[in-house]
């Protein structure tokens, strides 16, 4: 899967499975920060990651991430590994 | 010292009949049932595929998408009726506000989030502990609506939550009442709600034999008092109040829909589910209410039932009537608005509270409807099949509970007290 794809799935969950703002999201948007994304949330974005990717996501990888970008970094990178 | 004084300054619901409290009281009025085959989910596997469910409700009318869907369906729904009572009483808090440390909420729920309970069960079912959701238990704890109106509308003050079954949102607001009157806050939210038109729970209530059963004409189905009743209807809702200390109320100009008097409450300490025959423990709770009010029984002039349309409730809230108040038992009006809304279970004493309040500031009384074939041991004037213009300066409200909880509350019009 090419990385464009990647991210336009992964937009697609945060909007459908988070009900966040599609305006609001971009590659640089902090979950925490900018998208109000508390650690509820984050447990429930890496939760649809690996069903929809079918990838599997160690809790110690998934704290790094606090960035949109990052997250689809750290599929793009299980599903090429 | 002089009791501190509890009025309503504001008034929500969302109901089977409607979702905003002028809707609802047109609704009453009219005599509309809220029972209709089941929507929410597909009751094929079920004996009774009817209730009455709250209609075409949006979520994202109250609150983002990313907020609502954070909630049980049950909080969702006493969200959006305390956020009409809030806009009603017209009073609102910034967060840190010291004059928010001044207001709590109390928020009755019979069981709280039992549709995410069973959602969830399902995932941990056929998929595994690793996909239970984060928000699994949040979401399931009877107290989230209680919690999520604190933090949403900023209230600092006692925040708790009343689990009393059927009784809980009377309780919520009878606690409320009290915890304005030892001077703690000034202003409470009160209310509560239940979301469990859910097949699990439904399953349940079908194996109590406590269910109508009456697929062919659900809206026949509840008929409080009347002879043919085969059990209730089972409904959801929420109903939310604005409670607050009078002078407080008085120095903003406040309207008010009436006075809270009196909080009654006693057990049964019999039966688990049944009342006590006799009616006994439901007359005691009466009573307390009219002694808190310090209000003589031929003082009432309307008494809003707990009238589940079961077979034991209907005779034993009657005969409880008779037993507190004597001959003016067959003077003043008694009505069952579960005849026309379902029974919310927790929800249901918040959104009686709110009709009692609108027969005290609109002199008409709903009536009671599907009664056609009288009962001789429910012997009272029920108001049957049409509302009834009458001056109410004193109305009761009854909400009785699984577990022997008895409840009363009794509101009066300003006219009246002051």
């Not at chain 2, 919520?172 to 939210?189: F, N």
Request: glycine share 10%; proline share 4%.
């Amino acid at each position: 899967m090419d990385r464009a794809t990647i991210e336009s799935k992964l937009v697609d969950l945060l909007v459908d499975e988070l009900g966040l703002e599609r305006d609001d999201i971009s590659m640089e948007a902090r979950f925490e920060e900018d998208l109000d994304v508390d650690s509820l949330g984050v447990v429930e974005l890496l939760m649809a990651l690996e069903d929809n990717f079918d990838v599997k996501i160690p809790d110690e990888e998934a704290e790094k991430i606090t960035t949109v970008g990052e997250a689809a970094e750290l599929v793009s990178q299980k599903l090429n590994a | 010292m002089q009791r501190r004084r509890v009025v309503v300054t504001g008034l929500g619901t969302v109901n089977p009949l409607a979702h905003n409290v002028d809707d609802f009281w047109a609704a009453l009025l009219e005599g509309r049932s809220g029972a209709a085959p089941i929507t929410l989910f597909d009751s094929s596997r079920l004996d009774v595929k009817f209730a009455a469910e709250v209609k075409d409700f949006d979520s994202t009318a109250y609150l983002p998408r990313k907020e609502a869907r954070r909630f049980d369906r049950s909080t969702m729904l006493f969200w959006a009726a305390t956020q009409q009572a809030v806009a009603d009483a017209g009073i609102s808090y910034e967060d840190g506000e010291p004059g928010a440390e001044r207001a709590g909420v109390v928020c009755g729920t019979g069981i709280g989030g039992i549709g995410t309970t069973q959602d969830q069960m399902d995932v941990l079912a056929e998929r595994g502990p690793s996909r239970v959701s984060p928000l699994a238990i949040p979401m399931i704890m009877s107290n989230q609506a209680a919690g999520a109106v604190s933090i949403g509308f900023h209230l600092a003050g006692p925040s708790t939550c009343t689990v009393t079954a059927c009784a809980a949102s009377a309780n919520a607001i009878g606690d409320a009442a009290e915890i304005i009157r030892r001077g703690v806050a000034d202003v409470m939210v009160a209310g509560g709600m239940e979301g469990s038109v859910t097949e699990f729970a439904m399953a349940g209530f079908n194996s109590m034999k406590a269910l109508s059963t009456r697929n062919e004409d659900p809206t026949a189905a509840s008929r409080p008092f009347d002879r043919d009743r085969d059990g209730f209807l089972l409904g959801e809702g929420a109903g939310a109040l604005i409670l607050e200390e009078y002078e407080h109320a008085r120095e903003r100009g406040a309207d008010i829909y009436g006075e809270f008097v009196g909080y009654g409450m006693s057990a049964d300490a019999y039966h688990i589910t049944l009342p006590r025959p006799g009616g006994g423990g439901a007359a005691r709770a009466m009573q307390a209410a009219l002694d808190d009010a310090g209000v003589d029984p031929v003082d009432v002039d309307y008494i809003n039932a707990h009238g589940t349309s079961t077979p034991a409730n209907d005779v034993t809230e009657t005969l409880a009537i008779k037993s507190v108040f004597g001959d003016h038992a067959r003077s003043l009006a008694v009505s069952s608005t579960k005849s026309m809304t379902g029974h919310m279970l927790g929800g249901a004493g918040a959104v009686e509270a709110v009709i009692a309040l609108k027969t005290v500031s609109e002199g008409v009384i709903p009536p009671t409807i599907n009664y056609t074939t009288p009962d001789p041991e429910c012997d009272l004037d029920y108001v049957p099949n049409e509302p009834r213009e009458a001056p109410v300066s004193t109305a009761l409200s009854n909400s009785f509970g699984f577990g022997g909880h008895n409840v009363s509350l009794l509101f009066r019009s300003l006219r009246a007290t002051t």
